[in-house]
């Protein structure tokens, strides 16, 4: 264990007292910690692979691979032809081919499955660990690189969501690690070829996801705190042209899908400016940054504690995020207490290697750099986007625990300061290991819920053999990419609902295009794991429009009989010749043979809107098509506020096609004007013949009325 260093007045960055030179039985140690590492991460990440459910991110990548495994037409968000070729370009606005190509080398290797994706993401996820030992055995001593992979591999989010690709965003970890390798190391050596590689690296981690430019930020304010601005404009100044022109052009070659995705027409900075204040799919406002920075800070300690969030696992106890919030106090007090030894390695220290001090402090300015600057977002804020530090965490965390020996007392032995390093040690990792294993219990019990249910191998079941042939629309978010992963691409659906929380115009219009086929089968979650909510009900309202309903044709549980998956059709409402008592309850009376048996209205402040639902029953052989008058009307002086006339079920069941005795459901839906005043608003119907205007009479129980419109309902806006 480490021992106060001697003091020493020619000290550099590379040089390191005999204390930090590795001996024997700490490269042993440091090696068993590596192995129980490495058997704890693929003890529980290999068993029950299948579990949980594969959900759209963790696939979505994984379909343009296994495309080109299968050489399926590849529906990667944007492709290139190469000799013939279509070869994935990017994945979105902001996220570039990698995963895509890492996915189809482990499956190429692996299979094309949910077990082969995983092993292939576990494998990623494994090498990132080798590269966490290597940079900290370089920047710090073998224990802290031993203790630092042991921390990371067996911490229940890293472990669950490198199984899971977590988003896109597990090649960005390994990037991320070599990148700050290669900065360091140029640093410490000015080498061309370490500058040219490292811009080529960050080129690629830009590509791979946009939120990778975050890591030029610590960079820079490391070297500045380290080196001062003149210091950093010398050695600037001491690259030479030609190393410099090849950094550029080789991080040009990392930006390359990029750039050739946005040429000619800047897609990806019109969809940034787009979502530069408020992003569109979420909703998450980028200017309320106290409100954001709470819960990033929260989601971050929340993973690193133990909890795997979207899973909905058991969480454990959050020993390692008090641990974290701890170790970066302490490294920003000894960086402070030491601050000369990081200016001036030549200066004297009493307690730790300046490059030791140095290398800490890279890593909690790029922690604590990181976290506010993934309050601004795109897309939307959490943990998942700051995964890609998590393993910078756990190595400050390592050379911290590390650290405890030498500041005890030396009247204790080396054994006597070395136990409560190894007791935290052992209570964090025991803490890790038992949280895995709670997590596994969970997904054998409940086969992972919402939308990481295993209930999508049913779906995709019951897709394939019952609905062969038929249009399969999914409404909500979190089907396609999976079912066409699990079916590979038998079962195509297609994504029809909108990446907005509320639903647009547009999307009614299209679901009312939808619910002319008679064969469509449209897919939704169930209300409580909806993710885009909103299209359920728009699609109900358009059949209702259309007179039609949304038929319950399946529903798809989880393990425990909840409802995962809802399956609809949507059939033309039959003809009814009933009279129900609890909808008779007005029985007014219309010229012509037409009775109004009863209705409802109800006002909606969220959407300022009013429903109105009719019930009538045609009396005579036959009706004109007249008119249903829909009318808003301020009580307190009888002006008409807005309208909503419409032929019956907004003329897709006319008048005139009605039978003797049947009874209609007429709905309507009426926009109240946005600077309406507080007040009683009364909603009154009638019937009139849209060529004269002419209403008809009515004969109302409740004697209200008054100029052939009645008063149906009354509502209060305060």
Not at 198 to 204: H, K, Q, R, T, V
Not at 684 to 704: A, E, F, H, M, W
Request: proline share 6%; aromatic share 10%; hydrophobic share 45%.
């Amino acid at each position: 264990m480490r021992q106060t260093p001697p003091k020493s007045g020619n000290r550099t960055d590379t040089q390191q007292p005999s204390l930090y030179a590795p001996s024997r039985l700490a490269i042993a140690i440091a090696i068993i910690l590596v192995i129980a590492a490495f058997v704890i991460y693929f003890s529980v990440g290999l068993t029950n692979l299948h579990l949980p459910g594969p959900q759209n991110d963790e696939v979505a990548d994984a379909v343009p691979a296994m495309e080109l495994l299968r050489g399926l037409p590849n529906s990667a968000f944007d492709t290139i032809d190469i000799l013939g070729h279509q070869l994935p370009l990017m994945m979105g606005h902001y996220i570039g081919p990698t995963s895509i190509y890492t996915s189809y080398v482990g499956m190429a290797l692996f299979g094309d499955t949910i077990e082969g994706l995983r092993i292939s993401q576990l494998v990623l996820g494994a090498f990132t660990l080798l590269l966490l030992w290597l940079a900290a055995r370089r920047w710090f001593d073998p224990l802290s690189a031993g203790l630092a992979v042991l921390l990371c591999a067996s911490a229940p989010a890293y472990l669950w969501w490198s199984r899971a690709g977590v988003h896109f965003s597990a090649p960005l970890l390994t990037l991320a690690l070599i990148y700050l390798m290669l900065v360091v190391r140029h640093w410490q050596t000015r080498q061309p070829a370490l500058l040219i590689t490292a811009a080529f690296i960050f080129g690629l981690g830009v590509t791979t996801k946009l939120l990778f430019l975050w890591l030029a930020m610590p960079v820079v304010l490391t070297a500045l705190i380290i080196g001062g601005l003149r210091e950093c404009r010398s050695i600037f100044r001491s690259i030479k042209p030609g190393a410099l022109f090849l950094a550029i052009i080789a991080g040009l070659v990392g930006l390359l899908p990029f750039i050739l995705h946005n040429i000619p027409s800047g897609a990806s900075f019109q969809f940034i400016a787009q979502n530069a204040l408020q992003s569109q799919a979420y909703g998450h406002n980028n200017l309320d940054f106290i409100g954001n920075l709470r819960f990033e800070t929260a989601d971050f300690l929340r993973m690193i504690g133990g909890d795997t969030i979207h899973f909905g696992a058991p969480a454990g106890l959050p020993l390692s995020a008090i641990a974290v919030v701890a170790c970066l106090v302490y490294t920003l007090a000894i960086c402070i207490r030491y601050r000369r030894a990081i200016a001036d390695p030549a200066s004297s220290s009493d307690a730790i290697v300046p490059g030791h001090l140095r290398m800490r402090l890279l890593l909690v300015v790029t922690i604590v750099t990181v976290i506010p600057m993934g309050t601004v977002s795109i897309s939307d804020i959490g943990a998942r986007h700051l995964f890609i530090i998590a393993p910078l965490a756990w190595l400050l965390l390592a050379v911290s625990i590390m650290d405890i020996p030498m500041w005890l007392n030396r009247r204790f032995t080396v054994a006597q300061r070395t136990l409560p390093a190894i007791a935290v040690a052992a209570l964090l990792c025991a803490n890790h290991v038992a949280t895995n294993i709670e997590i596994q219990y969970y997904m054998v019990a409940s086969g992972g819920t919402g939308l990481w249910s295993d209930a999508l191998y049913g779906l995709a079941n019951t897709l394939e053999t019952r609905y062969t042939g038929r249009p399969i629309m999914a409404l909500d978010w979190g089907f396609e990419r999976s079912i066409a992963f699990i079916t590979h691409e038998r079962v195509r659906m297609r994504e029809m609902h909108e990446f907005v929380p509320v639903p647009s115009p547009r999307f009614a219009d299209l679901a009312t295009v939808m619910l002319r086929d008679p064969s469509n089968v449209y897919v939704f979650h169930a209300p409580d794991i909806t993710a885009f909510k909103g299209h359920f009900e728009v699609m109900e309202r358009q059949a209702g429009k259309a007179h039609k309903q949304l038929r319950l044709v399946q529903t798809i549980d989880e393990r425990d009989g909840a409802p995962n998956t809802l399956i609809y059709g949507a059939t033309d409402i039959s003809r009814t010749f009933t009279l129900s008592p609890t909808l008779s309850n007005r029985n007014a009376t219309l010229s012509g043979g037409l009775s109004l048996l009863g209705g409802q209205a109800a006002y909606d402040p969220t959407t300022h809107e009013v429903s109105v639902v009719l019930y009538w029953q045609n009396n005579a052989g036959s009706q004109p098509d007249d008119t249903v008058l829909v009318h808003i009307v301020d009580q307190s002086d009888g002006k008409i506020i807005t309208t909503g006339d419409q032929q019956p079920v907004y003329g897709a069941y006319p008048f005139s096609i009605w039978q003797r005795g049947e009874v209609v459901k007429d709905p309507h839906w009426i926009t109240l004007p946005s600077d309406l005043k507080p007040g009683i608003y009364q909603v009154r119907v009638g019937v009139y013949d849209p060529k004269t205007g002419i209403r008809r009479t009515i004969s109302d129980p409740l004697n209200d009325a008054a100029g052939n419109s009645l008063m149906l309902h009354s509502f209060e806006i305060k």
